[in-house]
């Protein structure tokens, strides 16, 4: 929770909001510690500080040394290839990265992750906490020249409740949703003119959490032609009433985007990260699919591209001194992880899956697997939370799953493999099923970690362990589904962490085939708690319950490199995501 602070009494208090202040959290503490303090340091529970400095940097000059140029196109490198550009439908980050050019929410967050109101003129909640009220800007339009309508706001926040762990707590606590699955429930929303009043049957200071996600699923505002089709199926369109619309699609090689000349800047909102003004400098940009990476350095370092997303630490070096070329590391660090899919075995929801999954945890030598990855250990940080560290969170089950051995800086193979004995005593042939690992070899971390985790699982005592090198979009497109793959290399945004409720907090049955009553309890008990002291205790438990019986392993945090041409400007280098908005080319 990352918004500024508030007491259990301030936080059932009216809460009017101009879009310059920042949105009230709920009261637990240490947690709910105001977002721009100094980043928390490593505390003895072996949690990771948040690696760099407390500021975004703006680089390349930003607009200090050049007025600010309209015209041109920027050539931008995305992280791996594009498989959706539904920003409701994948978790890839890519798909979020480039769709919030042409999608806009009615909240985002400044570079401390604080909530500002977008596309609202103010918001309200009523003392008891039950019902919201947000006032859209007048005038604003989608890429095709529809108005935006108030039903196009409620139907798009409900579409994403359907499919976003927090949102699906929402939706349980929704009046009209009784009895009802999440994917038949819908938000409680009703609209007078520009306002739109949400109720809730029980009172949540949540509700700006979920509206201001970062996470690469999105509460995007969409038009019908988009919010109508259920999340999954096919989307070819973009059609949001954001700064840049998109033009064409290639899969595989390309987007483009063009300025939207019918866009309604937030004017007068001082711009930061995500959030205020928005001046259209560019006539648009590219977003290129180059999966080599030592190709999209080339490309770089001969001014054939102008923007790198993520890409591996081994080559940053070889940006080192070029003409014309800036880079560095991003502020607040991803998380390596590795996905169990829970459909069927050896990692499936039996109790012999869970031992099974038990084993790999404790075997995995983290530090292994970021000295393969991402370097030496000054370009990772350790972190034993369940979501990511750098937060004002913390917990002491840090410091018990360490002494017990499931999480361990070098693996305890010793407890993997009596773990592995035991789900092999309840479900013999467990250690003998085909244990596929895919990776995507388009992407930084992922192939390097796939390798370490092949060697472990194999010497823990699966025998039929198999490593499977696809590209991105190939390798989202299989770990979507039921198979065939039974572990995947992936990381997790920082975005992911930025709450308890995030979904690297898994609730509900996911698509990996997870699911975990204890842990959904525990959630919606924090969802409506407003005494600090117990909520803390459900976050600590929360964290217990996720090491009990793992929906994932979580490596440790990095922070990947990001690079630009030096006539790039007005561009935060080490912001959470590349964000292309008030950047021009001189």
């Not at 609202?120 to 003392?127: E, F, G, Q, R």
């Not at 409620?154 to 606590?173: K, N, T, W, Y």
Request: include cysteine.
């Amino acid at each position: 929770m990352m918004v500024v602070a508030c007491s259990s009494d301030e936080a059932a208090a009216p809460a009017p909001a101009p879009a310059a202040v920042a949105a009230p959290a709920p009261a637990p503490a240490p947690a709910a510690a105001p977002a721009s303090k100094a980043p928390v340091q490593a505390s003895s529970s072996g949690q990771a500080s948040a690696p760099v400095a407390d500021t975004a940097r703006t680089v390349a000059g930003g607009s200090g040394d050049s007025e600010p140029k309209f015209g041109g196109k920027l050539r931008y490198v995305v992280q791996g290839s594009i498989k959706y550009v539904d920003t409701m439908a994948t978790g890839a980050i890519v798909t979020g990265t480039v769709g919030r050019h042409a999608y806009d929410q009615l909240f985002w967050r400044d570079k401390d992750y604080n909530i500002y109101g977008q596309m609202v003129n103010d918001w309200n909640m009523t003392p008891d906490g039950l019902t919201y009220t947000m006032t859209l800007r007048d005038g604003q339009t989608f890429h095709n020249g529809d108005a935006l309508t108030a039903e196009d706001v409620m139907e798009s926040h409900s579409r994403f409740a359907r499919v976003d762990p927090l949102g699906r707590q929402l939706l349980a606590i929704s009046p009209g949703n009784e009895g009802k699955a999440s994917k038949d429930s819908s938000l409680n929303q009703t609209a007078s003119g520009n306002t739109i009043t949400m109720k809730f049957t029980k009172p949540t200071s949540m509700v700006l959490e979920f509206l201001a996600q970062l996470d690469p699923r999105q509460p995007s505002i969409m038009h019908k032609d988009i919010w109508s089709i259920k999340v999954g199926a096919p989307v070819k369109a973009v059609i949001g009433t954001g700064a840049y619309k998109m033009d064409l699609w290639i899969q595989g090689e390309k987007l483009e985007f063009s300025k939207f000349d019918g866009y309604v800047p937030n004017k007068g909102e001082e711009w930061n990260f995500t959030k205020g003004e928005i001046t259209q400098y560019l006539d648009g940009f590219v977003a290129l699919d180059i999966p080599d990476h030592s190709t999209r350095i080339a490309a770089l370092q001969t001014n054939e591209v102008d923007v790198l997303d993520d890409f591996s630490i081994d080559l940053a070096s070889n940006l080192d001194g070029v003409d014309g070329v800036i880079w560095g590391s991003i502020r607040d660090g991803n998380m390596g992880t590795f996905a169990f899919n829970l459909n069927h075995g050896p990692f499936d929801m039996t109790a012999a899956g869970r031992l099974a999954r038990r084993a790999a945890a404790a075997a995995a030598p983290n530090a292994k697997v970021m000295m393969a990855a991402v370097g030496g250990d000054d370009k990772w940080t350790e972190c034993y939370m369940a979501i990511h560290c750098g937060t004002p969170w913390r917990s002491s089950i840090t410091d018990i799953i360490q002494k017990e051995g499931i999480k361990t800086k070098g693996g305890n193979m010793k407890l993997g493999k009596s773990l592995l004995a035991e789900a092999e005593a309840l479900q013999p042939g467990i250690s003998e099923m085909q244990l596929r690992i895919i990776a995507a070899n388009d992407m930084p971390f992922m192939p390097e970690a796939g390798l370490v985790m092949w060697e472990a699982l194999r010497n823990l005592g699966f025998v039929n362990t198999e490593l499977v090198s696809l590209d991105w979009g190939s390798r989202v497109a299989i770990t979507g589904g039921e198979g065939p793959w039974e572990a995947a290399t992936s990381w997790s945004n920082f975005a992911n962490g930025l709450n308890p409720l995030a979904p690297h907090m898994f609730a509900g049955k996911s698509a990996s085939g997870y699911l975990n009553p204890l842990i959904d309890e525990v959630r919606a008990q924090f969802l409506v708690e407003t005494d600090p002291k117990k909520a803390q205790a459900q976050f600590d438990e929360m964290n217990r319950l996720f090491y009990d019986n793992p929906p994932s392993l979580n490596f440790f945090q990095f922070q990947p490199p990001r690079a630009i041409r030096s006539n790039v400007k007005g561009y935060c280098l080490d912001c959470l995501f590349p964000i292309l908005h008030n950047v021009w080319l001189d």
